[in-house]
């Protein structure tokens, strides 16, 4: 901390009484030796922003987001200033980012609308019942609902499609993403964001060749349409590999990201087994039915 800010945590009753409690609960979180030199820096912090109590807040709430990474860093020994603190480089943070959405909107997607579905509806109970085939789409609502879960019944089709076909599909969910996470990410400098566009934009044309490709290649009879498409989940469970790998390599990224990277892998790797199941196949069956 600068020597100017020293004189500053005396100012605290500047702060609402919610604001000083939530900077005395993170710092409860905290070493003990380390408690009094953050409270000093993050109401220092508080203390310098203009923009109101929505701007403290969301200050406060990426304090607690880092407080993981903080408490480790404090605990290996303390460090002098929070600037000798090396940050996340960027590119492996949307690294991170990209495989989390664009393979994890895919998978969730799958595991929504594939097994947890045929399991909740009992599907084969009611195949035994009737004797008659249960198509997936009136298992939704079809009265006034449908309006309303018709965006959310789109994207979790399109995602598990993309999860059992792979190819461009797959290709087309992670430039997608690209796209979204460079609108959302407002707070990265514009060439950041420009990157994380170009590489979606990139994922999305390659995604629209690799279609048109196959379409042709299927209409002049050249290949089979599972040649190109229908992988049961193959190239979502190498994705999911690498996902693995960089949760266990990022060694750099927050406690959550790598977690949430970690369980994302175990989830696309289960894929393409569950597929090969004779319960996984039927279920498939049902769906691509």
Same mark, same amino acid.
């Given at each position: 901390m600068s020597p100017d800010r020293a004189g500053e945590p005396a100012q605290q009753h500047r702060l609402t009484r919610a604001e000083r409690v939530a900077v005395a609960v993170l710092c409860r979180l905290l070493p003990v030796d380390f408690r009094s030199r953050q409270r000093d820096e993050w109401t220092a912090d508080l203390l310098t922003f203009a923009g109101g109590a929505g701007t403290r807040w969301r200050y406060l709430a990426s304090a607690a987001w880092t407080l993981p990474a903080l408490r480790h860093a404090a605990r290996r020994g303390g460090f002098a200033d929070l600037s000798t603190v090396a940050p996340v480089p960027g590119a492996l943070t949307s690294t991170a980012? &990209?495989?989390?959405?664009? =393979?994890?909107? @895919?998978? /969730?997607?799958?595991? *929504?609308?594939? @097994? /947890?579905?045929? *399991?909740?509806?009992?599907?084969?109970?009611? *195949?035994?019942?009737?004797?008659?085939?249960?198509?997936?789409?009136?298992?939704? @609502?079809?009265?006034? /609902?449908?309006?309303? &879960? =018709?965006? &959310?019944?789109? &994207?979790l089709r399109l995602g598990a499609w993309a999860a059992i076909l792979g190819g461009p599909l797959l290709l087309g969910a992670f430039g997608a993403s690209g796209l979204v996470l460079a609108v959302a990410r407002r707070r990265r400098s514009g060439r950041h964001r420009f990157v994380i566009a170009a590489v979606g934009l990139a994922c999305l044309a390659l995604a629209a060749v690799a279609g048109l490709v196959a379409g042709l290649a299927w209409s002049y009879g050249a290949v089979y349409p599972d040649a190109f498409g229908l992988d049961s989940g193959r190239t979502v469970a190498v994705l999911g590999t690498a996902a693995g790998v960089l949760a266990l390599a990022g060694r750099r990224l927050g406690t959550r990201t790598r977690s949430a990277l970690a369980v994302l892998s175990i989830l696309a790797v289960t894929v393409p087994i569950v597929h090969v199941t004779t319960t996984g196949a039927e279920m498939l069956t049902w769906y691509l039915d």
């Open positions: 980012h &990209l495989f989390l959405l664009g =393979l994890g909107w @895919p998978v /969730l997607s799958w595991l *929504i609308m594939v @097994p /947890l579905t045929y *399991i909740a509806a009992d599907v084969p109970g009611r *195949i035994d019942r009737t004797g008659a085939l249960v198509d997936p789409k009136t298992l939704w @609502p079809t009265d006034g /609902l449908f309006v309303v &879960l =018709l965006p &959310l019944e789109v &994207l």
